[in-house]
C-alpha cells in the first residue's frame, strides 16, 4: 500500500509551488542548500515554548539536542537525572542513551505501564562474583553490586516517568542491530560482555530488525505515550547521524549503517506520515549531505559541534513562536554551559569541553572557578600561554588552585626553574596537590630522584600510596631508573585500587607491549571497557597492535 496517494493534478501544482523541489546547483550559493553544511527545509506543525517541559530520547545524539536545549534555557526533563551517588559527574547523561528502537519501547514500557513486570534478577547479567550490569546502561556505569545497578536502574526509570508531564518528545533513532536475551525474553541495549556470553552459549543473539519489527516497535512505544502521558502531548522524530562504530555482521560496516539508517529513516517517514501530532526533523540528512569535512570529528563517528549548533537553532528557530527572536532564542545561558562543560571534564572530554566555554570565554574570569577550569583544559589541550592569560585575569593572591595552574603553565613555557619555584610556594595545607603536579612535571623531564621525593611526600609519614594516578606515575618512574618488575608492581596495584578501566589501566597494556609480553598485554586489553572517546581511541589502537 503507498505511503501516500496523490493526484496527478496535485503532483504538479506541487512542484509548481515547492521551491524546494529540485536538488540545488553549486553554482548558485544563494539556493544551495548542501554545502557545505546541509539545511535541509521542513514545515513545522506545532511551536515550542519556554513553558513547555521537553524530554528527549534515544540515541546519543538526543543527549546532544537535550544539552543544546538546556543551555537556551528550555527545561528538558532529562537533564535533571537524579543519581544515587556521585559517579554520575564522571559518567554523564549518556546514561539515559537507548540506541534501538526496541530499547526506546522498553524504558517507556518500564516507566508508564504498570502492567509491566521487570524483573532484574532475570535482567541484570552478573559479570563477576557479586558484580552485576544493566545491559541497557551505557558501559560508562562499571559492574556494581546488585542494589547498585538496580538503584541505577530505578533512577532512569524514575527520570523517564517524568515524560507525562511534557508537552514535547524528542526521539532520536539509533540503530537497528539489537542484542536478544533469550533468558530474559527481552532485547538489550547494549551487546553483552564477550565472557558473559561465552560462558552463556544460546542465551544471547544479535537481531537485525527489518522494517515491519522497526514499525511495530515505535508504534508500541507512541500507544504508551498515547495513554499514559498528556493529551496534547507532541513528538519530533528525529534519526541520529552517528554510525554504527562497529558491525557484527559480515557485511562491511558501511553496508551495515547504511540499512540500519535507511530502515530508521523509512520507519520515521511513516510514522509523521500516520500520526498528526508527529513531526520528523532532518538533522540526520544535514549531517549525511554536508561535506564531511565540515561535518564529522576526526574519529569520523562524532558530529562537530557546529553543526550540532546549526540544527538546533534551526530546530529552535522554526519551532519558537513567531514574537520570539531568534537572538532571544538562542541567546546562551552561562550556567548551563558551565554545567554542561563540567560533565564533559568529568567524562575527560576535554575538547569537547573548551569547545563549550569559548563563547563564554572573555566572562569566565568573572567566575574564578570556572576560569581555572578554562585554564586547566587549556593546559590539557597544549596551550599554556591561553592558561596563563586566563589566570593573569584573576585577582591576585586567589586561591591556591591559581597558584597550581600558573605554575603548570609556566614550566609548559619554558619557565621551568619559575614555575617549580611558583609551585614550591603552595602552603602546606595543599602539599599533597603540590607534590602532584611537581612529579607529574619532573617525570616530563626525567628528572627521576625528584619524581621519587614528590612521591613520597605524596605518600605520607606512613609511606602509603593509594590513588591509582599517584601509583601510576611511581610506575612511571621505576620504568625511568629501569626497574621493571617494581614498574609492574606499581601498574598492578593502581589497577587493583580502582576497576578495569581508564587511562592507567591502557598505560600498563602498553608496558607490557614494550615488554614484549603480547599475549598478557591481549589478556588485559580484553578486560578492559573504555568509558570516555579518548580511552576508547586508545582501546582500538592497541586493538591494531593486539589483534583477537
Not at 540503530?175 to 533469550?182: I, R
Request: hydrophobic share 45%; aromatic share 8%; net charge negative.
Amino acid at each position: 500500500m503507498p505511503l501516500r496517494v496523490i493526484s496527478s493534478a496535485d503532483a504538479v501544482e506541487n512542484v509548481r509551488h515547492n521551491p524546494y523541489c529540485e536538488i540545488p546547483k553549486r553554482d548558485n550559493p544563494e539556493t544551495n542548500r548542501l554545502e557545505p553544511m546541509c539545511s535541509p527545509a521542513f514545515s513545522p506543525s506545532f511551536r515550542l515554548s519556554y513553558d513547555d517541559k521537553i524530554f528527549t530520547i534515544g540515541s546519543c545524539f538526543a543527549r546532544n539536542i537535550e544539552r543544546a536545549l538546556s543551555v537556551r534555557g528550555f527545561d528538558v526533563v532529562t537533564a535533571a537525572l537524579a543519581w544515587p551517588d556521585a559517579s554520575l559527574g564522571k559518567i554523564g547523561h549518556e546514561v539515559l542513551n537507548s540506541y534501538g528502537v526496541t530499547s526506546i519501547e522498553n524504558d517507556l514500557r518500564r516507566a508508564l505501564d504498570p502492567a509491566y513486570a521487570f524483573d532484574p534478577k532475570v535482567g541484570f547479567l552478573e559479570v563477576a562474583p557479586g558484580r552485576f550490569i544493566d545491559a541497557d546502561i551505557v558501559r560508562n556505569v562499571r559492574p556494581s553490586p546488585f542494589d547498585t545497578v538496580l538503584s541505577y536502574r530505578n533512577a532512569i526509570t524514575e527520570v523517564t516517568r517524568r515524560v507525562m508531564d511534557c508537552r514535547v518528545v524528542i526521539m532520536t533513532l539509533g540503530l537497528s542491530e539489537v542484542w536478544y536475551d533469550n533468558v530474559a525474553k527481552a532485547y538489550l541495549n547494549l551487546i553483552p560482555p564477550r565472557k558473559f556470553m561465552a560462558d552463556n552459549p544460546g542465551r544471547f543473539e544479535l537481531h537485525v530488525l527489518d522494517f515491519g519489527e522497526t514499525l511495530r516497535s515505535l508504534r508500541s512505544g507512541i500507544g504508551l505515550l498515547q495513554r499514559f502521558c498528556r493529551r496534547d502531548q507532541r513528538i519530533l522524530l528525529t534519526v541520529s547521524p552517528v554510525p554504527l562504530h562497529k558491525t557484527h555482521t559480515v557485511d562491511d560496516v558501511i553496508v551495515a549503517n547504511s540499512y540500519s539508517k535507511s530502515v530508521l529513516r523509512t520507519a520515521a517517514q511513516h510514522l509523521a506520515t500516520l500520526y498528526p501530532h508527529i513531526d520528523y526533523f532532518p538533522s540526520y540528512e544535514s549531517v549525511i549531505c554536508s561535506e564531511r569535512a565540515a561535518a564529522w570529528e576526526d574519529d569520523q563517528i562524532h558530529v562537530r559541534r557546529e553543526l550540532i549548533d546549526l540544527n538546533v537553532a534551526r530546530m529552535i528557530e522554526a519551532y519558537m513562536p513567531v514574537d520570539v527572536s531568534a537572538q532571544s532564542a538562542a541567546m546562551p545561558n552561562v550556567a548551563n554551559i558551565l554545567n554542561e562543560a563540567e560533565d564533559e571534564i568529568n567524562a575527560r572530554n576535554f575538547e569537547t569541553a573548551i569547545r563549550l566555554l569559548e563563547p563564554v570565554r572573555d566572562s569566565l574570569h568573572e567566575t574564578p572557578k570556572s576560569a581555572m577550569a578554562y585554564a586547566d583544559l587549556c593546559l590539557r589541550l597544549g596551550r599554556p600561554a591561553d592558561a596563563l592569560a586566563m589566570i593573569d585575569m584573576l585577582p591576585e593572591g586567589g586561591a591556591w588552585q591559581q597558584t597550581l595552574i600558573k605554575g603548570r603553565a609556566m614550566v609548559a613555557l619554558g619557565l621551568v626553574e619559575e614555575g617549580i619555584a611558583e609551585l614550591r610556594s603552595i602552603n602546606d595545607q595543599h602539599a599533597r596537590e603540590m607534590h602532584r603536579a611537581l612529579c607529574a612535571i619532573f617525570i616530563k623531564l626525567e628528572r627521576w630522584d625528584e619524581a621519587l621525593g614528590s612521591i613520597m611526600h605524596m605518600a605520607g609519614p606512613r609511606g602509603l600510596l593509594r590513588s591509582p594516578a599517584a601509583l601510576g606515575m611511581l610506575a612511571q618512574i621505576h620504568m625511568g631508573r629501569g626497574d621493571i618488575a617494581s614498574a609492574e608492581a606499581a601498574y598492578r596495584a593502581a589497577i587493583a585500587a580502582d576497576d578495569p578501566s581508564g587511562h592507567i589501566f591502557y598505560d600498563f597494556v602498553e608496558f607490557l607491549v614494550a615488554q614484549n609480553r603480547i599475549s598478557d598485554a591481549r589478556e588485559m586489553l580484553n578486560q578492559a571497557s573504555p568509558s570516555t572517546r579518548l580511552e576508547q581511541r586508545r582501546h582500538d589502537e592497541l586493538r591494531i597492535v593486539l589483534p583477537t
